[in-house]
Every structure is written in C-alpha cells, then in structure tokens.
C-alpha cells in the first residue's frame, strides 16, 4: 500500500508564488503516474495536474501558464511550483497516484491534504 504526504501549503497574497510537494512510500509498488486535485469549499474535487512516469503532464484550464507539476521518480515525489496565484486557487491540495501493487493490481492513493489559502 502506498502512502502519500503533502506538504508546502500554506497562506500567502495573491501574486506570489508556493511550492507544494507530495511524497510517496510504502513497499512493493509502481507509480504510474501521479497528480494534484483540490476543493474549494462549496465546490467538487477538480483535477489541477497529472504527470506520467514518462513525464506527460496536463493541466486545468485555469492554472495553464501558472502551475507547474514535476516529479522525482527515483524519489517518488511530485512537485507543483504554483506562481501568481490568485485568490480563487485558495483550497484543500490533495496529491494523488495511480499504481500497481506487487499483485499487479492498479490502485490509487490519496494524501491527507495541504490548505493553500491565497488573500487579495
């Protein structure tokens, strides 16, 4: 089973910048591919940005430009370098993954969390 850790959020003004980090262990496993989601209050849990073992990434509309995902593979870490961030990215980050365990079954894990707040 993997387990994964966020850290990096945190309350800064709108125009700044935040680096959130996600990373990943456990035994026995593959990481396929890796992500971040967030949840604003009031709202549904959105994809912000995935990235592949290969290195593939997508993003949400609304952060093209700004965020940034990246990802240590030999450390199992994932990283989102966020820049001019404005007020409407204030949410609950969730990191997640998408892997196979050592049955070879495809399964997926979920971090606890980091609160990015972002003030005007």
């Known amino acids: 089973q993997v387990q994964l850790v966020e850290s990096g959020g945190g309350l800064v003004q709108a125009g700044r910048s935040l680096r959130l980090s996600c990373a990943a262990s456990g035994s026995g496993f593959s990481i396929f591919a890796m992500g971040w989601y967030r949840q604003a209050p009031g709202k549904q849990r959105e994809l912000v940005a995935r990235i592949t073992r290969g290195g593939s990434t997508n993003y949400t509309d609304s952060v093209k430009g700004r965020f940034t995902i990246s990802r240590d593979n030999a450390k199992n870490t994932v990283y989102l370098q966020m820049i001019s961030l404005k007020p409407e990215d204030t949410a609950v980050y969730y990191c997640?993954?998408?892997?196979?365990?050592?049955?070879?079954?495809?399964?997926?894990?979920w971090g606890q969390g980091t609160l990015v707040t972002v003030s005007s």
């Open positions: 997640q993954a998408n892997y196979l365990n050592s049955r070879f079954h495809v399964l997926d894990a």
